[in-house]
C-alpha cells in the first residue's frame, strides 16, 4: 500500500498493534506474533495504552477490529498506535527499535499493573469457590 504521507511523525504511519498480538491464549494462526510463554492472557487495548504512555510513547486508541477476530465483543475491540520515530527519522526511545522490542516491553509490563494484580487474586479465590460448589453439588446427587 502506496502512504500519503512519508512522514513518521504523521498518525496514519504509527506502528499498529492489537491485542491479539500478544494474547497467550491465541495461536499463530488467531493472529500470536510472539512466543506464548512471553505473552499474556487476554491483553486489553486500555492496558496497552497504559504501559506505553507511562514508558513515555505518543500513543491513541483507535475503534477498530482484528481482522482475524472472530469474537465481535467489546472487549476484543480496539487498536493502539504508537509513534517510535520523529519526523526527523530518529527513534522516540533507543530502546523501542522495532515493533517486535514494543510488544515484547508491553508484554512483560502488562502483568505488573495495578488492575492486573489486584484482579488475579480475587478472580482466583472466586473461580476455586465457585468450583468447590459445583463439584459438592455433583457428589450430594450421587
Known amino acids: 500500500m502506496a502512504y500519503l504521507s512519508t512522514n513518521p511523525a504523521d498518525k496514519e504511519r ?14 499463530l494462526a ?22 506505553l504512555t507511562a514508558a513515555g510513547m505518543n500513543v491513541y486508541v483507535e475503534n477498530k477490529m482484528y481482522p482475524r477476530e472472530w469474537n465481535r465483543d467489546v ?3 480496539g487498536r493502539v498506535r504508537v509513534q517510535i520515530k520523529q519526523e526527523d527519522g530518529n527513534l522516540c526511545l533507543e530502546k523501542f527499535t522495532s515493533k517486535k522490542d514494543v510488544m515484547f ?3 512483560e509490563m502488562i502483568p505488573k ?5 489486584q484482579k488475579g487474586g480475587s478472580s482466583d479465590s472466586g473461580a476455586q ?11 450430594k446427587k450421587k
Open 113 to 117: 499493573l495495578k488492575t492486573r494484580t
Open 14 to 27: 504509527f506502528l499498529c498493534i492489537y491485542p491479539a498480538y500478544i494474547n497467550s491464549k491465541k495461536t
Open 105 to 107: 516491553y508491553v508484554a
Open 129 to 139: 469457590q465457585g468450583e468447590g460448589g459445583k463439584k459438592g453439588g455433583k457428589k
Open 30 to 51: 488467531e493472529g500470536r506474533r510472539i512466543p506464548s510463554e512471553k505473552a499474556v492472557e487476554n491483553p486489553s487495548c486500555a492496558e496497552i495504552r497504559d504501559v
Open 75 to 77: 472487549q476484543f475491540r
